[in-house]
């Protein structure tokens, strides 16, 4: 049975916190949990992740953790009535002076003093993702006066973004710095960096991390106008992006978002940067059985198009189906990946190479491809040759066979790739190929007489060092008993 290739990540809330759920939507589909840090004490966080690493042991899963950063959300402050209604053409003020729990009718506070300094007259202030969009008309010390263009009801807390971006809040906070440090503390896998503006966001955050002794991947989220402008030093710096489309869409115009979207997945699988498809993707399920075509055909798109992941937020944080919705989104995963046009990418728009392991890598996808392969066995200490691989797309199935539980749990996110343990020090040549295929049946991935292609490298405990190529037959395999050499 053909297995997803895409994976599926569920953010952790209210929803999950149930050992059988946890085991539930792991058993649906995900690979990958989420932590909110917008949302939920640290206490809260550590007690999640407890309970996802003692389901996984119990059932022998690996599963991946990510942290995900609140960023330096723009909030208006609070309502006395705890909203108002505002209508076209009403006068409007924002006030950085004002207390945050004194708004009204007409006029309400700012977390985020420094907008003034960031906005001239003429600009579109959007709030609460775009439902609200005021006209600014005057600004007079630390108070904006506006005209509401788009009206609606605006309830406390909600957020502002300026039309077009360009605000000059820090991507770092120091709650964002606090949950670093909880991060770390977690042992999480990646870590989500929310507004990100410039490569510079990316390594203050590994930085701090690592200062914290963590050593998660950092997951850069696109969600600000600038960003785009600064992509490629973006990916550059970063392990994977997040497409975060709600606050994206408001910056951009939700108009431009489908378009950006593709460009940025595209961008990202010519590198070894992974990307991640979020915000939205089944929302009606928060409070529906099922979703719409259009959610469907949303993730669809993101999955033809080559997302690594699709992310589920709200969905299995506070809905009331979160199993249902795994279940839903692993179904058009599967669908959309059976499409011909995904089948066989032969080379990237790149096709020259700068390391050993990853001309290893592209050279067993070339051949998996045009041999009649069932699986890729990748020996891998960090994962790196497994990542150059799920870069190309191929039904055929890539197990990243490795030691390390972290590279176990760091692949979990690897469009196309499996996480499977093997211990191969001391082991010579034959006694790891013997060992890579029995893992491969007690999985039912291959059977008598199947192809199988394994990498792996001829120093242990060397990242990036897969240097060499075997294509093995299932049942074929030379004993090999005079061989001493072990890797």
Not at 171 to 177: G, P, S
Not at 320 to 349: G, I, K, N
Not at 419 to 435: C, I
Not at 455 to 463: C, P, S, Y
Request: proline share 2%.
């Amino acid at each position: 049975m053909m297995q997803r290739r895409t994976k599926i990540i569920a953010t952790l809330g209210p929803a999950t916190d149930d050992e059988q759920v946890i085991a539930d939507i792991i058993e649906a589909g995900v690979n990958l949990v989420r932590l909110n840090f917008s949302h939920g004490s640290f206490d809260e966080h550590r007690i999640r992740v407890e309970r996802v690493r003692k389901v996984c042991a119990e059932r022998n899963y690996h599963v991946g953790i990510l942290g995900d950063l609140q960023g330096a959300k723009i909030r208006v402050g609070r309502f006395k009535d705890g909203k108002i209604m505002l209508a076209v053409g009403d006068e409007f003020i924002l006030d950085a002076d004002l207390d945050l729990d004194a708004g009204n009718q007409e006029v309400v506070g700012l977390t985020y003093k420094e907008l003034i300094q960031d906005i001239v007259v003429g600009d579109k202030l959007l709030l609460d993702d775009g439902r609200i969009i005021l006209a600014v008309d005057e600004i007079t010390g630390n108070r904006v006066k506006t005209t509401v263009d788009v009206g609606g009801e605006l309830s406390s807390s909600k957020g502002i973004n300026r039309m077009g971006g360009g605000l000059s809040a820090a991507a770092l906070t120091e709650k964002d710095r606090e949950d670093i440090l909880h991060a770390a503390a977690l042992d999480v896998d990646y870590l989500a960096v929310s507004f990100v503006k410039t490569a510079d966001d990316v390594y203050l955050a590994r930085k701090l991390l690592q200062e914290a002794g963590g050593d998660a991947g950092i997951v850069a989220k696109i969600e600000r106008a600038e960003a785009l402008d600064m992509i490629d030093e973006i990916m550059e710096a970063s392990e994977v992006i997040m497409i975060a489309r709600g606050d994206l869409g408001v910056e951009i115009g939700d108009a431009d978002v489908p378009g950006v979207q593709k460009s940025l997945i595209s961008r990202a699988r010519e590198t070894k940067c992974l990307v991640i498809t979020a915000t939205q993707m089944m929302e009606s399920m928060i409070t529906n059985t099922i979703p719409t075509r259009a959610e469907m055909s949303d993730v669809a798109n993101a999955v033809l198009d080559g997302t690594d992941a699709v992310m589920l937020s709200g969905e299995t944080a506070v809905g009331a189906y979160p199993v249902e919705v795994v279940e839903a989104m692993s179904r058009v995963c599967l669908a959309s990946e059976r499409q011909d046009l995904l089948r066989f990418q032969t080379e990237r728009h790149e096709p020259s190479v700068d390391r050993v392991d990853e001309g290893i890598a592209m050279s067993a996808m070339f051949l998996a491809n045009h041999l009649n392969v069932t699986a890729i066995a990748a020996l891998t200490e960090s994962g790196s040759t497994a990542l150059w691989m799920s870069r190309i797309n191929s039904t055929i199935p890539v197990y990243a066979f490795t030691r390390h539980v972290k590279s176990l749990h760091r692949v979990t996110l690897y469009r196309g790739v499996f996480p499977a343990y093997l211990d191969f020090m001391g082991k010579t040549h034959a006694q790891v190929n013997r060992s890579a295929i029995a893992v491969l049946q007690r999985c039912n991935e291959v059977e008598e007489n199947d192809l199988v292609i394994l990498t792996k490298g001829d120093l242990i405990g060397v990242d990036g060092g897969t240097n060499a190529m075997k294509i093995l037959r299932v049942g074929h395999l030379i004993e090999e008993e005079n061989d001493p050499e072990s890797i």
